[in-house]
């Protein structure tokens, strides 16, 4: 992804973080970490507090090496989430948005690593495919909450990073929870594939 297509995810996020510093609950709760994966596997934003986010700007290029960041993710994940315990309450349960505009050069990766996601207990798992290029190759595998983007332009990616807020919104719920989190219904520029 690169020239106006991140462009207009870096302007997404920046109206995501906008509309998320606008909710009381928000901005007591979430936490933001943003995992890049290209021919490279970056966390370029650790897990923050929303109030302290800076967003850095998003760069991508070359291949999709999903499997890898999933791989990192599980990682991450096992690192920083406090789960519940009977003396200490832990984290709520995080939400993971994949975005990516090709298909992954790892398949084979991703079908493992898929099951090692499952096992974290997000509260949901939503993938978004974006721009003419985009596979669910995959994603299936991870999540049956899969949207697709055909266009790549800023107000496509500002009406999917909002409808990512309203999730992350009404998605809050404490580590140990069973039930999957609601999902608010998208706006016309999402096509649901899933």
Known sequence: MNGEPIESVNNGLESMLTFLRQDPFALESVYLSIITFDSQIKLIL?????????????????????????????????REIIRNTPEHKGDWMPLLFILTDGKPSDSPKVKQQALEVKKRNFGNIIACTAGPKARDVNLTELTSHIVHLDTTDSATFRQFFKWV????????RSMGATDEAVLPPPPPEIQVVV
Do not use: M, R, W, Y
């Not at 807020?165 to 809050?172: D, F, W």
């Open 46 to 78: 650790p897990l923050t507090e929303l109030e302290a986010v800076n967003l850095p700007k998003i760069t991508a290029s070359g291949a999709t090496h999903l499997g890898d960041a999933l791989e990192f993710l599980c990682q991450t994940v096992d």
């Open 165 to 172: 807020s309203s999730t992350v919104s009404i998605g809050n």
